[in-house]
């Protein structure tokens, strides 16, 4: 077992707020697909931190953000794919689930920082050509207003 799984088993995954779709405790073996760069595990990611269909993302993502963080930095370039791609799709057009939320501003604030935390990573994700960009800008242009940023438009 590796540093990266140890800390995933290590946190409190049945803690976090349960979705009427999914149930938190999914959330570790999909960050192993991703970490692993196993096939599926992009739709893994989405089924067990977000819900496509409702364009909400679960506050379980929010402990899942450091280890999609280092699945960006050190993961096989399958896993990194995964990453940043689940990302994009979060990033413009997502926002958190206000059913599962215990509270819905303070769970955006905390995506928008962590999102920001990751954002020096993203820009330096190699190989994956125009994703990366359209990553950047969808960062950009949604946290524009809180970092002081100029607007992608």
Do not use: N
Not at 31 to 40: D, I, N
Not at 112 to 119: K, M, N, P, T, V
């Amino acid at each position: 077992m590796d540093d990266f799984e140890k800390r995933l088993r290590a946190h409190d995954w049945a803690s976090e707020p349960r979705s009427r779709w999914h149930a938190s405790e999914h959330a570790p073996g999909a960050l192993m697909k991703a970490w692993r760069g196993e096939p599926g595990s992009g739709d893994a990611l989405m089924d067990s931190l977000a819900h496509d269909h409702s364009g909400s993302w679960y506050p379980v993502l929010l402990p899942a953000m450091p280890f999609i963080g280092e699945i960006i930095r050190r993961a096989p370039p399958d896993g990194v794919l995964a990453a940043l791609e689940f990302l994009a799709v979060l990033v413009w057009s997502f926002d958190v689930d206000p059913e599962t939320s215990r509270d819905p501003d303070g769970d955006e604030r905390a995506w928008r920082d962590a999102l920001w935390a990751l954002y020096p990573d993203i820009r330096r994700a190699s190989g994956f050509g125009r994703l990366v960009d359209d990553l950047a800008e969808g960062i950009e242009s949604r946290l524009a207003g809180d970092r002081g940023l100029a607007s992608a438009e």
